[in-house]
């Protein structure tokens, strides 16, 4: 799934976050692979350095490579994918 | 078409948190109406930037280790710009378990997975508090 992973067969990442009725790409302006998670999806505990960060089943895309997720040449046909995170 | 999923058990080798974390030089002090959507950094990596033969505002871990301290001292781990709060970082890698993927043959994978919670200034020019994650 990574950048570098190969062979890579999926690539999942939410697109980059524009102002409504723009690409969501960065070349137009777009944060880079980001979005908006609740609020509550992150627990910090700065004293120990510790932090949870869980989300369930937003969604996202499936570019399959990040070449075509970057690149966005129609070399790959882009998914619409959902991703769940839960690390600590 | 396949459902793919991200299998769970992640094995980190690198994670970090950070807090009080200001960037952009300016510190938000409340939430008001705006758009909420933030910036996109103003900069990107110079060595994802030669290999893909454009800017991409986005730093890799390698370049914002928090733990080498040789980060470059432009490179930036956050995503947004106009930000101060926390970040937390992980870059991890490994095997996903065969029998909770829809394809239910064990794959490689690899991740960089950071979020963002604190204030912000959008593109209004308004402080937000919000969380985001880069994935």
Redesign the interface.
């Known amino acids: ?5 190969s062979p890579q ?2 690539d ?3 697109g ?4 409504p009725g723009q690409p969501n790409y ?2 137009n ?11 509550t ?2 627990t ?1 505990h ?1 004293g120990v ?3 949870h ?1 869980t ?1 369930s089943d ?1 969604a ?1 895309f ?1 570019y399959f490579t990040s ?1 075509n997720a ?2 966005r040449d129609g070399s790959a046909p882009i ?1 619409d ?1 959902t ?5 600590q | 078409m396949v459902s793919p999923a991200i299998s769970p058990g992640w094995r980190p080798l690198l994670g970090a948190v950070a807090t009080g974390f200001p960037w952009g030089g300016r510190t938000a002090l409340a939430a008001k109406p705006g758009s909420g959507i933030p910036s996109q950094l103003p900069d990107g990596s110079p060595i994802i930037s030669d290999f893909f033969g454009l800017e991409i505002p986005w730093f890799s871990p390698a370049e914002v280790d928090p733990f080498t301290g040789a980060s470059d001292p432009v490179a930036n781990p956050t995503t947004i710009w106009d930000f101060n709060g926390s970040l937390g970082l992980i870059e991890a890698n490994g095997v996903s378990d065969p029998n909770r993927n829809s394809e239910g043959v064990p794959r490689r994978w690899s991740c960089d997975v950071r979020f963002m919670t604190g204030v912000f200034r959008d593109r209004t020019g308004r402080t937000q508090q919000g969380t985001f994650c880069f994935l």
């Open positions: 799934m990574g950048p570098f992973a067969i999926h999942f990442n939410p980059d976050l524009n102002a960065f070349v302006g777009g944060v880079f692979w980001t979005m908006p998670v609740p609020n999806s992150v910090i700065p350095g510790e932090a960060f989300f937003l996202m499936d070449a970057i690149l998914f994918a991703a769940s995170v839960d690390i």
